[in-house]
């Protein structure tokens, strides 16, 4: 995904320092984004740790985090990634 600024070619920094807090069911995610316009959202993917499944879990965010609801998936262990993305 990229964006056009004074006629170069840009793209949004990626989010560091993702953090995840867990409460039964439910995964808090919080991580430091990009303070840039550049950034219209947050995409945030979940996939087993022992794999490359990614899932998208929530899009379109606006804020540096997310919750996760662990309904109706396997339990197990899970990793996260979030991509800042612009429009």
């Given at each position: 995904i990229k964006a056009i600024r004074?006629?170069?070619?840009?793209?949004p920094e990626p989010p560091v320092g993702l953090r995840a807090t867990?409460?039964?069911?439910?995964?808090?995610l919080s991580w430091?984004?990009?303070a840039s316009p550049l950034v219209a959202a947050y995409l945030v993917y979940r996939s087993p740790?022992?794999?490359e499944d990614w899932r998208l879990v929530s899009?379109?965010?606006?804020?540096p985090?997310?919750?996760d609801t662990l309904r109706h998936v396997a339990s197990g262990t899970y990793?996260?990634?979030v991509e800042?993305?612009?429009?």
């Open positions: 004074d006629g170069r070619e840009t793209r867990v409460a039964g069911p439910v995964v808090r430091s984004g990009d740790a022992d794999a899009n379109r965010l606006r804020r985090e997310a919750t990793r996260y990634r800042a993305v612009s429009y």
